[in-house]
C-alpha cells in the first residue's frame, strides 16, 4: 500500500492555532497493536541516509541566518532540559493511544507534527501523519517556501516506514 495526500482533518487545527500550513499523509498498514506512539516510533526513529545528509546540509546553512538545527530547534525553549521525551528528534508535546503531537517553538515558527491511528477493522490500521505550521516572520515563510518541496518527499519516505515492523 502506499502514501496517499490527503485534507488535514478539523480535529487537527487546535494543535497549533493560527498554523497557516497544514498537509497531512496516510497509510494503511497491517498491525493488530499499532497505537500512535509505536507508529511514531516507526516513522521517525530510522532517518534514511539521504534524508540524515540534507538535514544536516540545511543546519549548515540555517546557521548562517541564526537558524537553530534540528537537534537544538527540536529542544524548543527547553533545549537543556534531558527530560523532553523524544521521539527522533522531535519532543512530544501530548499523546493519547491514538494520537501523538510532536514538534517545537522557535522565533520564526511554530511546529507540530501530529500522528494519528485509526483503526479500520480486523488489523488494519490507518496512520496519518499531519503537519502544522505557523509562521512569525518573513524568516518562517521563506523558511517553509523553501523547504516545502523537501518536506513532501521526506513525510512520505518517513510515514512508508509505518509498514514496517
Not at 522557535?106 to 488489523?123: E, N
Amino acid at each position: 500500500m502506499s502514501v496517499q495526500a490527503m485534507i488535514p482533518e478539523a480535529t487537527t487545527g487546535p494543535v497549533l492555532v493560527g498554523a497557516g500550513f497544514a498537509d497531512a499523509y496516510c497509510l494503511i498498514v497491517e498491525a493488530p497493536a499499532l497505537d500512535a506512539a509505536a507508529a511514531a516510533q516507526r516513522v521517525f526513529s530510522r532517518t534514511p541516509r539521504w534524508i540524515s545528509t540534507l538535514l544536516a546540509s540545511r543546519n549548515r546553512l540555517v546557521a548562517l541566518i541564526g537558524l537553530k538545527g534540528t537537534e537544538k530547534a527540536a529542544g524548543g525553549k527547553d533545549a537543556s532540559s534531558a527530560k523532553v521525551r523524544r521521539i527522533g528528534f522531535f519532543p512530544v508535546v501530548s499523546q493519547t493511544p491514538d494520537r501523538i503531537v510532536m514538534g517545537f517553538d522557535d522565533w520564526h515558527l511554530d511546529f507540530r507534527v501530529v500522528v494519528d491511528v485509526a483503526m479500520l477493522g480486523g488489523d488494519r490500521r490507518q496512520v496519518t501523519a499531519t503537519t502544522l505550521v505557523r509562521t512569525h516572520n518573513w524568516v518562517g515563510r521563506a523558511y517553509l517556501a523553501v523547504i516545502m518541496p523537501f518536506h513532501r518527499v521526506i513525510v512520505r519516505t518517513m510515514l512508508a516506514q509505518a509498514a514496517r515492523p
